[in-house]
């Protein structure tokens, strides 16, 4: 992960937005990803951006792509208890489907 | 059907012990994955199979041995491990797309790995 970089806590109050921020370093890369990962739990796909767009939205959640800076950033409108996690960006390398995550934002709502 | 089923959920074992992990997935997809998770660390891959044939190996270790016996199915078998090797470990799948094309991986809940 450490040519993908997040920052690792994010506390926000319960109805507010979240704005979790994520840089990469591979130009090639073709799709970002966002994953969130409950504690002891597997990956669930969130959402994802192919590269020649700058944004995505899908219910509460807005994905912001700025390729020329390569920063990604995942919104989710009206921050629920139910989505405290870690939060991972993600992007893929080319031909083998090499993803890279970063660290992960630990997402803590208070109530 | 977008479920990556890994079993068993966890595993307890000895450093003298062969167990295995298993992956399974019925999406038609024809790229499948292990990554090695640490506590709070991201995950790391480990192996990347494509039409049932090792196409990435990440300097991964001998005592770990993937293995693609269909398109649905992914093991990982495990032989003399060490305490270090205690983690979470993911199988993923995804569809194969052309050269510089990817698409979406699908996640596995793990199978959480304790060496003793």
């Known amino acids: 992960g450490e040519d993908v970089e997040q920052s690792l806590f994010l506390s926000v109050r319960e109805g507010d937005s979240s704005v979790i921020n994520c840089t990469y370093t591979d130009s090639s890369s073709t799709y970002l990803y966002w994953y969130k990962q409950e504690p002891g739990a597997g990956l669930q796909l969130l959402t994802y951006i192919f590269s020649n767009m700058d944004m995505k939205q899908d219910q509460r959640l807005t994905v912001l792509l700025n390729k020329k800076d390569k920063h990604l950033s995942l919104r989710i409108a009206d921050t629920q208890t139910g989505d405290s996690a870690i939060y991972f960006c993600?992007?893929?390398?080319?031909?083998?489907?090499?993803?890279?995550f970063g660290p992960g934002t630990r997402l803590s709502v208070l109530p | 059907d977008t479920e990556v089923t890994q079993t068993p959920k966890h595993l307890v074992m000895g450093m003298t012990n062969k167990k295995s992990l298993k992956c399974e997935q019925h999406?038609?997809?024809?790229?499948m994955y292990w990554y090695k998770q640490k506590a709070k660390k991201p995950p790391e891959l480990m192996f990347v199979?494509?039409?049932?044939?090792?196409?990435i190996n990440e300097s991964v270790p001998s005592r770990f041995s993937p293995e693609c016996p269909n398109s649905s199915l992914l093991n990982l078998h495990l032989h003399a491990l060490q305490p270090e090797d205690s983690a979470l470990y993911l199988c993923?799948?995804?569809?194969?797309?052309?050269?510089?094309?990817?698409?979406?991986?699908?996640f596995g809940q793990g199978t959480r790995l304790t060496v003793v």
């Open positions: 999406m038609g997809h024809r790229a």
């Open positions: 993923a799948s995804s569809q194969v797309t052309g050269a510089a094309l990817n698409t979406e991986a699908f």
């Open positions: 199979y494509s039409y049932e044939k090792l196409s």
């Open positions: 993600a992007e893929s390398r080319g031909y083998g489907q090499n993803f890279v």
